[in-house]
């Protein structure tokens, strides 16, 4: 059974950072899977926010280019988003995600706000 467990999530102030981590387990190939990082605010749809295939193609939301980075360490099933330079507008549930061919897997999502 596939999981994905998401932590790092926190309170926040605009301008400061954090760092999301996704653990995978039940993943036979982890190194197959596309990753990424969704989000949804309150009263808002989940959006994508970044996506990795291996660790040299990644793609961003245009909002976030130069102040997210998203990683990935196959040898331990798990993806990273280290957020710089947050906004109040960043505040939102984050969502790992992890994909190969029709085979889609959601974690719990964890809690970010942004807010002074």
């Known amino acids: 059974q596939v999981q994905l467990v998401e932590s790092g999530g926190a309170l926040v102030q605009p301008g400061g950072s954090l760092k999301l981590t996704c653990v995978a387990s039940?993943?036979?190939?982890?190194?197959?899977?596309?990753m990424a990082w969704y989000r949804q605010a309150p009263g808002k749809q989940r959006e994508l926010v970044a996506s990795i295939l291996n660790n040299i193609w990644a793609t961003y939301k245009d909002s976030v280019k130069g102040r997210f980075t998203i990683s990935r360490d196959n040898a331990k099933n798990t993806v990273y988003l280290s957020m710089n330079n947050l906004k109040p507008e960043d505040t939102a549930v984050y969502y790992c995600?992890?994909?190969?061919?029709?085979?889609?897997?959601w974690g719990q999502g964890t809690q970010v706000t942004v807010s002074s």
């Open positions: 995600n992890a994909g190969v061919s029709e085979s889609v897997y």
């Open positions: 039940g993943i036979a190939r982890f190194s197959v899977y596309a």
